[in-house]
């Protein structure tokens, strides 16, 4: 649906010589995705769709095409590759490469993104599975937040949760006394 309103709304635009924005908004386009109105009665229904004006025919015309393409030719959708747990980690690493990029008044931005991040965390984790480096092994950025993620990864850094003037905030820290780790008891 959202790929044949684009389409329509880009050639408008090319037409008009006006901005895709101007002939209709991301965010009307993709009420109209999930409502897929069928008439002009239940388009108009629709918040914000008063604006149409003249074009609210073509949109209907629209939804119909799109609503008529067969399911199998439809675009795909990767499946998700993270479990909820390993998205979670990667937010708490996310947040350690921008403590880390503060700290060493660097960009984030600069460091990497996210796969940057799961590029270095299979590589610390499987350390022979691949034998080039990632970005975030290599050179400066080792030196800034490569080595730092492995001692976090590894215990060597801890994530605390502190207030600091009433905000919480996470703090990384290397202990000077590590934690003692519990004994296991064995029956």
Same mark, same amino acid.
């Given at each position: *649906?959202?790929?044949?309103? &684009? ?7 090319? +037409?008009?010589?006006?901005? @895709?924005?101007? /002939?209709?908004?991301?965010?009307? *386009?993709?009420? *109209? !995705? ?6 002009? $009665? ?12 003249? /074009?609210?025919?073509?949109? /209907?015309?629209? &939804?119909?095409? @799109? ?14 590759? $993270? @479990?909820?747990?390993? !998205? ?8 350690? %490469? ?7 008044? /660097? @960009? ?8 940057? *991040? ?10 022979? !599975?691949?034998? $080039? ?18 001692? %976090? ?8 949760? &502190?207030?600091?003037?009433? +905000?919480l905030r996470l703090a990384f820290?290397?202990?000077? $006394? ?10």
């Open positions: *649906m959202l790929r044949e309103l &684009v389409h329509w709304r880009s050639q408008r635009a090319q +037409r008009l010589d006006k901005p @895709a924005r101007w /002939v209709l908004r991301d965010d009307l *386009m993709v009420e *109209m !995705a999930k409502r897929q109105p069928k008439t002009l $009665d239940e388009l108009k229904a629709l918040r914000g769709m008063g604006a149409l004006g003249g /074009v609210a025919g073509d949109v /209907v015309l629209v &939804v119909a095409r @799109a609503l008529a393409i067969p399911r199998d030719t439809w675009p795909t959708r990767e499946p998700r590759r $993270d @479990a909820p747990e390993d !998205a979670m980690v990667l937010k708490i690493l996310t947040a350690a %490469l921008i403590h880390v990029a503060n700290e060493s008044l /660097v @960009a984030a931005g600069l460091l990497g993104g996210n796969e940057d *991040m799961k590029e270095l965390i299979d590589h610390i984790l499987e350390p022979g !599975a691949n034998p $080039d480096p990632p970005k975030l092994a290599q050179g400066w950025r080792r030196v800034v937040c490569g080595d730092y993620i492995r001692d %976090l990864l590894f215990g060597k850094t801890l994530l605390r949760i &502190v207030a600091d003037r009433g +905000r820290e290397r202990p000077t $006394d590590p934690w003692p780790l519990p004994e296991s008891s064995e029956d």
